[in-house]
C-alpha cells in the first residue's frame, strides 16, 4: 500500500503554530509523521479526572477571634500560612492559618511612619523646666538709669540678660503626645507584621519557657549557647522576643529595659518584652521577630478595628446581645419578685401568729 507523504512546508507551519500557541516544541521527523492511507483512529483511553482538592491554607483553621470580612470566593485572597515551632528545638509542629486581612496586608512605609512618630511623641517625658523672668525671686529695681551713663539699658536684675536671671523663651513641661486614628494605628500593627512573615522573618513558636538556672553567669551562658544554636543568637542578627507573659529565665537576660554598656536595650542576643509592653517600632527594629502563638493571636484580636465585618453580621450580633441582656434582666426581675413575695408570706405568717399569742383568752 502506497502512504501518504505530507510536504515539509505543511509540518513546519504546524511547529510554527505550536510555537506560537506556547506549546512545548517537538522534534518532527518525516517518518514520524506520516501516516497510512488505511490506517484507522483509535479512541483515547478515558482517564478518570482528577478532582482538584482545595489549597492547604484553606483547609486549616483559623485562630479564634479574628474579623475575616466576607468576599467572593473567586475574589478573596488566599489566607496566610505559617509553621508552629517548638522552642529552643526549633521543630516544626504543625502549620497555622490567618487571614489575609491581618497577615497579608501590603506594605504601606507612610502608615508604619506615622504609628513610629506616634509612639515616639508618647514616650517624650517632656519634664524639660527653667525659670522666666518672673519665676526668678529678687526685686524689681532698675539697676541704673536709663539714660546718662553711657553704658547699655538695662531694667531690674532678672533680665535674661544678666548672670542669674531668667531664662528668654525657655522650655516649660508639657504634652508632646500626637494623635493618631485608631484605625491607622491597628493597620500599622498588622502591616508591621505582615513585613516580616513576607521576608520570612516571623517565628511564630509554642512558648519561649526555659529551664530555670539560678546563677546569673550560668543563666547568661546558657541562653546564649541555646539562641545560638539554633541561629537566633547574636551571630545571626539581634531578635525581639515577643511573649505573652513574663519567662524569668528569658527575662532575667534579655529583658532589661535600661541601655546597657552597648548602648542597646535588652542584652547581646536581643531583647524580650511581653505583648504590653511591645509597639510598631520593635516590630521593625532587630533582624527577626520571635513570637508566641498566643500572643500573636492577642495582639492581632487586638489591633482589628480596621477590618470591616458585613453589617448582616454586626446586626445578628448586636440582636443576640441585646436578647441575652433581656433575658438576663427578665431573670433578675422574676427573681426579686419571687423573693418579694416569700419575704411578704413570711411577714403575713409572723403576724397571724403574733396575733394569736397577743389575744385575749376567753373566759
Known sequence: ??????????????????????????????????????????????????????????????????????VAAHLAPSPALTTLYAFPA???????????????????RDILHRAVIYEGDATRQGTA???????VHGSNRKIRPQKGTGRARLGDKKSPMLRGGGVAFGPKPRDFATGLNRKIYDLAWRTALSYRWRRGELVVVDSLEMETVEEKEVREAYVRKVLGRIGLGHEGGRSMFVTMERRDTLFDVLGGKEKGRHGRKGGRDGRAVTVKDVDVKNLLQMKRVVVEEKALNWLLRRHQSDVQVPRRLVRRKAAGVQEAVQQVVDEAVDGAIEAVDETADEVVDAENIMGTTDAPTKA
Not at 129 to 135: A, E, I, L, N
Request: hydrophobic content about 35%; proline content about 15%.
Open 1 to 70: 500500500m502506497a502512504r501518504l507523504k505530507t510536504p515539509a512546508r505543511v509540518w513546519d507551519s504546524v511547529t510554527l503554530c505550536l510555537r506560537n500557541a506556547g506549546a512545548r516544541p517537538v522534534s518532527l521527523s518525516a517518518r514520524a509523521l506520516t501516516t497510512t492511507a488505511t490506517s484507522t483512529t483509535t479512541p483515547p483511553a478515558t482517564v478518570p479526572q482528577r478532582i482538584p482538592r482545595p489549597p492547604l491554607a484553606s483547609r486549616i483553621p483559623t485562630a479564634p477571634g479574628l474579623r475575616v470580612p466576607r
Open 129 to 135: 523646666s527653667t525659670k522666666w523672668r518672673g519665676d
Open 90 to 108: 526549633l521543630e516544626p509542629l504543625r502549620f497555622l492559618t490567618y487571614p489575609a486581612s491581618h497577615l497579608r496586608v501590603p506594605l504601606r
